[in-house]
């Protein structure tokens, strides 16, 4: 697939994008790796999927600008595909569309986590085309709690905080655009961790 990587923001995006970059091209896929963000602007149809490993924020001026986030929601809501991951969907805090795009996510000054360190992954649907060769699993990581999710979303993981089951993955539609959005992958370890590569390849491969 021809992807666009959109990287950068307040995250330890300098050691989990090269990961990340590295495990897709090796699967063969093809990346134009972007910081600016500005090709949501341009034309994207040359784009099978955006792949979200960024924070966009206007706190360190690199919030999507109208024209981006125009391009954005009109590729997906016209049939584009887009895997977010981690920390993403809370990109543009002003934005609710960020939401609706992505099915939920990460708000900032709200939603919180344990310390970074090791918790146990759990398959809600084994049979879920992304979890394919995936079963329970530990990791170390963060596990988000008190995300905003929107109706509607297929949860197909999740990880227990205080005896709560939080969502980990989940897919969704957005217009004619299918949307994977994977909430694992803060650091670099967590995204070298095999479970999660072959989550992010599965997904690539169900937003074919």
């Known amino acids: 697939m021809n992807l666009l990587l959109i990287t950068g923001g307040k995250h330890p995006y300098e050691e989990s994008t090269p990961v990340l970059q590295r495990f897709l091209e090796e699967a063969r896929h093809s990346i134009t790796l ?3 963000a500005s090709e949501l602007a341009d034309d994207l149809s040359g784009f099978d999927a955006i792949v979200l490993n960024t924070l966009r924020q206007p706190d360190t001026s ?10 954005f929601k009109g590729y997906v809501a016209g049939g584009g595909s887009l895997l977010s991951i981690h920390i993403s969907a809370a990109s543009c805090p002003d934005w609710s569309e960020t939401k609706n795009i992505t099915g939920g996510g990460w708000v900032l000054g709200s939603s919180w986590h344990p310390p970074f360190g090791w918790f ?11 979890v394919a060769g995936v079963s329970d699993f530990w990791t170390y990581d963060e596990c988000y709690c008190g995300l905003d999710i929107q109706p509607g979303i297929d949860v197909f993981m999740h990880g227990v905080v205080e005896d709560e089951d939080k969502p980990l993955g989940w897919t969704h539609q957005f217009g004619q655009g299918r949307v994977a959005n994977i909430a694992l ?11 999660f590569q072959k989550l992010i390849l599965n997904a690539l491969e169900y937003l074919k």
């Open 120 to 130: 146990q992954v759990y398959i809600d649907q084994p049979d879920h085309p992304i």
């Open 34 to 36: 972007s910081e600016s």
């Open 185 to 195: 992958g803060h650091a670099a370890s967590s995204q070298e961790h095999p479970q």
């Open 62 to 71: 690199n919030d999507l600008n109208d024209a981006e986030r125009s391009g």
